[in-house]
Structure formats: structure tokens, C-alpha cells
């Protein structure tokens, strides 16, 4: 799914109630080398063993009840509550946004504009092409830094449009994006209505990696509040760009390539997700106050089988990608998910 969704949704999953200590690989570890110092030479191994396995799952239990004890736990604290336990795992990547592959990603209006001075590349694109996303986060943080249950977390996205269709131009990634990012996130202990609220505060760099004509690239800051009841969640994110120096010739390597972005891709996008039985939908809208332009974008996901997920996704205005912040389409495909968002 396009990323303003994800990015409204799981950069939040963190921040809507007091942290859980994490089941690290190494505590089991710690357990035994402290339990075969301590015990007699008649203990075995396997009841030593046995008894951090106890001692760890005490802990753990102790810890999941301190979450429930806040408040009702909604979707995205479940959500936390689960990458608690192998998010410092270092054989496990936690999943940030959503990770899928959209085979058929079809538009009404593909944009060939930028490519213009590239001979035979234009007349060459196709109006179906896949779509795919990578996302993952690393927490900065083991314990809390200022609030309960705060995190400082390092993220990392990458989507990339590729012409699979195109025969004549040997089928080339037309587009890829990328999206380091650092982001904070704490609960508020707030809960007007009877819900869970958390705030999240970050810095993005959104860059497609490409030089001179074209090069696109922002840098951003956000504040972010996210409120949670039940299956239902809710997110407004409005940001702040970080302006550049003007260019004064479009081959500069230096230089604002797109100082109009916000007028097309918005000063601000809300959320409103829900994951009911296994189903999850989600619905995004993005608005630009002084121009009045902006985008909309639904997604449905279903279950399949495994670890699959079945992922559609409707996308209308202008940003879908930086190539097109400024060409407004309609955009649907269908794919497969590996994650939720909630």
C-alpha cells in the first residue's frame, strides 16, 4: 500500500501504552549461566532449564498484565504488546508499514511527463506495472528514556514502482522511493471517550535516489496523535517541511528539484483504520490548506493462508509517488500482504 497509510498507522503502534519488556535471546542465556553458578553440581541442565523457562514466563505474564491494567487494549496496542517479545531479537525484523507485493498495479493516466528528454521512454511506459514495499524499525531504547513506556525508534522504508509489462524498455523499476526515518513515541495517558491516545514525533528524509531532471526529494518533521478504541483506530499527522535552496538551473546536482510539493501532496493527512475478524480496512485522506488538493486512499486485506494476506488497494489525486507529487491518477491493484497494519 502506498505509504501514507502505513505511515500514519505503524510508525504508532508504539506509543499507545507503557512498554512491555522484551523477551531478548540473550535472557535465557543470562539465566542459566547465573543459575549454574548458584546451584549445586547435582542440578542438572535441563532443570536448570526448566527453571528460567518458568522464571522468564513469570516475568513475561507480570509484564502483559501491566499493559491491560492501564486500559482496554485496542488494536495497536495489541499490535505492540505482540513485537514486544522479539522486537531485540536480532534474527527477527519488526515490521514498520506494511510489507507486500502488488503484481497489478494499474492507472488512468500514467505519468510520462518527467521523461521526456529520455528518447523512446515515454511512449514506451505502461499503464500496469507491480508495486512493492519493504519497511522495518530497529527501537533505539531498552528502557524508558523520558515517560513510562516511551520509545525512540529508527526506521526505514522502500517502495518501488516496476514496469514488469514494458518489453520495449527491457522492463525497468521506473520509480523507487526511500524513507530513513527516526521517530519518537510515548502514551499520553490520556483517554477522552474511553480511548487509548499516544503521541509520536519524528523527522523523514523521502528521497527516489535519482540525479539532475529527475531527482526528487523532501526532508519533513511531524507530530502525530494517534487514538485507539477497540478494533478501531484514528491517527492525525500534520508535518512541517524543512525548505531548501531554490535551484537556479534544473541540472543542478544541489537544490529544491520539487518546491511545490505540499501544494499537491498536503500539509497534513488523517486516518481511520479498523481490523474486525481478520479484516482490515483502511482509509486515508490528505489535504493541502492553501491549494485545496490533496489525495484519498482505501485498502482492504483479507486473510489467505500462512503468512499471506490477501491486500487491495485504491489510491486518487496527486502524490502517489514523488515521480507524480504533481500528476493527479487513479490508481487500483491487487496483491499480497505479509503484515497488517493493526
Not at 492507472?107 to 514506451?124: H, L, V
Not at 530497529?138 to 514494458?166: H, R, T
Not at 495517558?189 to 491516545?197: A, I, K, L, R, Y
Request: aromatic residues 12%.
Amino acid at each position: 500500500m502506498p505509504r501514507r497509510i502505513i505511515s500514519s498507522l505503524a510508525l504508532s503502534a508504539a506509543c499507545l501504552a507503557p512498554a512491555v519488556q522484551a523477551q531478548e535471546l540473550s535472557s535465557m542465556q543470562q539465566c542459566l549461566l547465573d543459575a549454574m553458578n548458584k546451584e549445586n553440581a547435582s542440578i542438572t541442565v535441563a532443570e536448570v532449564r526448566q527453571q528460567c523457562t518458568e522464571k522468564l514466563r513469570e516475568e513475561d505474564n507480570q509484564d502483559v498484565v501491566k499493559i491491560d491494567e492501564v486500559k482496554d487494549p485496542g488494536a495497536l496496542t495489541k499490535r505492540m504488546q505482540s513485537e514486544k517479545v522479539t522486537e531485540f531479537d536480532p534474527y527477527v525484523l519488526t515490521p514498520h508499514r506494511r510489507n507486500y507485493i502488488l503484481p497489478v498495479w494499474g492507472t488512468t493516466d500514467i505519468n510520462t511527463a518527467p521523461y521526456q528528454n529520455f528518447q523512446g521512454y515515454e511512449d514506451s511506459l505502461e499503464e500496469y506495472e507491480a508495486k512493492l514495499q519493504l519497511s522495518f524499525k530497529v527501537p533505539v531504547n531498552k528502557e524508558s528514556l523520558l515517560i513510562e513506556g516511551d520509545k525512540l525508534f529508527f526506521g526505514f522504508s522502500m517502495q518501488s514502482w516496476w514496469q514488469v509489462y514494458a518489453s520495449n524498455i527491457s522492463k525497468p523499476f521506473r520509480e523507487t522511493n526511500y524513507q530513513p526515518e527516526i521517530f519518537y513515541t510515548t502514551p499520553t495517558g490520556w483517554h477522552p471517550f474511553g480511548t487509548n491516545t499516544g503521541l509520536a514525533v519524528g523527522v523523514e528524509h523521502l528521497s527516489n535516489g535519482r540525479s539532475q531532471e529527475l531527482s526528487r526529494s523532501w526532508n519533513r518533521a511531524y507530530v502525530q496523535l494517534v487514538a485507539e478504541k477497540g478494533p478501531f483506530v484514528f491517527s492525525l499527522k500534520p508535518w512541517i517541511r524543512f525548505q531548501e535552496d531554490a535551484k537556479t538551473d534544473p541540472m543542478q546536482s544541489s537544490g529544491d528539484d520539487n518546491p511545490d510539493i505540499t501544494d499537491y501532496v498536503g500539509d497534513y493527512e488523517f486516518t481511520i483504520a479498523a481490523n474486525i475478524d481478520d479484516f482490515e480496512y483502511t482509509l486515508n485522506l490528505r489535504h493541502a490548506i492553501e491549494t485545496g488538493r490533496g489525495s484519498a486512499e482505501f485498502n482492504f486485506t483479507f486473510p489467505l493462508w500462512g503468512k499471506f494476506i490477501g491486500y487491495t488497494s485504491l489510491f486518487t489525486g496527486y502524490g502517489e509517488s514523488l515521480i507524480d507529487y504533481n500528476h493527479k491518477q487513479t490508481r487500483f491493484g491487487v496483491g499480497i500482504a505479509l503484515n497488517n497494519v493493526l
